[in-house]
């Protein structure tokens, strides 16, 4: 018996072949501007900008985790490579003998606060500024129900760029 393959229609595929390649050449255009800039990939700059807005520039992994969209381990090993160059370190979570806090260091605030402006500019030049203030808009709009389904806790907006004098 012969199975029925669904099929998208034309605006279906146009946008969803538009997202895919978007979602398929966004992160290595970061990653190539952040490691040119930084000696960060965008992982580990997302990690970098959780802490830096979280209370006392500290959080459980578990938390880290939750706010980075990743799973442990692959948390895990990003931490260690930064915990190497001393931009965080892990610290005992003095209410929860099993938990691990990881904690921004000075130097990992500066290297974060030196890749922001860079960051920024990239998104500006290669993003944001090919779209107007109400494409901009309508992009927000049209991603927010995108992200909700995906998880529902995200907030795309919890740690934006901008927040680097904090």
Request: charged letters at 20%.
């Amino acid at each position: 018996m012969r199975q029925v393959v669904p099929r998208m229609d034309q605006v279906q595929a146009g946008a969803w072949m538009a997202l895919m390649t978007t979602a398929q050449l966004l992160p290595a255009a970061l990653d190539e501007q952040l490691t040119a800039d930084a000696a960060l990939i965008n992982f580990e700059y997302g990690i970098l900008a959780a802490l830096n807005v979280a209370p006392d520039q500290t959080m459980r992994m578990g938390e880290l985790a939750a706010a980075a969209h990743s799973p442990a381990p692959r948390l895990s090993k990003a931490v260690n490579r930064l915990e190497a160059r001393g931009l965080v370190e892990r610290v005992a979570c003095a209410g929860d003998g099993r938990a691990i806090n990881v904690h921004l260091t000075r130097e990992g605030r500066r290297t974060w606060l030196q890749a922001t402006p860079p960051h920024i500019e990239f998104a500006r030049d290669t993003i944001l500024g090919s779209l107007t203030p109400d494409q901009l808009t309508a992009l927000t709009e049209l991603l927010q129900p995108i992200i909700s389904r995906l998880d529902p806790d995200a907030c795309p907006s919890d740690h934006p760029p901008e927040q680097a004098g904090r």
